[in-house]
Structure formats: structure tokens, C-alpha cells
């Protein structure tokens, strides 16, 4: 039983609407980190443009990026 509850439904919530739209455009479905930070939009909105610039950047080599986002994801306990 996960320790927090996830979040499918925007509610109406313009900042959820578009993220949940977009990420199912993308994915298919809702991933569970944006189902968890959905309970705080402006979190998540502000997660969502933390990657997009780090994406844009080109700052990072692709396969650096990939690295980086393995770490995060062990760090928070997340199979990845």
C-alpha cells in the first residue's frame, strides 16, 4: 500500500488538465511521480519545467541526463 495516495482526476485544475494531458499524450498513462506531485500543482508544474529546460539545454549529454534521472530515482526509493 503505497504511503501516499496518487492522483488521477485534474479536478477541473488547469495545471493538471495540461500535465495529465500531456503526459498521457506522451506515455500512454500518468507516471506515478506526476500522480504523487499532482497533489501540489505548482510542484508539479514546476518539476515539469525543471525538465523540460534540462532537456532543452543541451547542456547535459543524453546519456548523462539518463544517469541523472537513475540517481534521483534510487535516492527517492524508486524502481526505476
Known amino acids: ?15 493538471l488538465s495540461k500535465a495529465f494531458a500531456r503526459q498521457r499524450e506522451m506515455f500512454g498513462e500518468l507516471l506515478n511521480p ?10 508539479l508544474e514546476a518539476a515539469g519545467r525543471l525538465t523540460v529546460a534540462l532537456e ?3 547542456r547535459l549529454p543524453a546519456s548523462l541526463r539518463a544517469l541523472l534521472y537513475l540517481r534521483v530515482a534510487t535516492i527517492n526509493g524508486c524502481p526505476f
Open 56 to 58: 532543452q539545454s543541451n
Open 34 to 43: 506526476t500522480k504523487v506531485m499532482a497533489h501540489c500543482p505548482p510542484i
Open 1 to 15: 500500500m503505497p504511503l501516499v495516495s496518487e492522483v488521477t482526476e485534474d479536478g477541473g485544475d488547469p495545471i
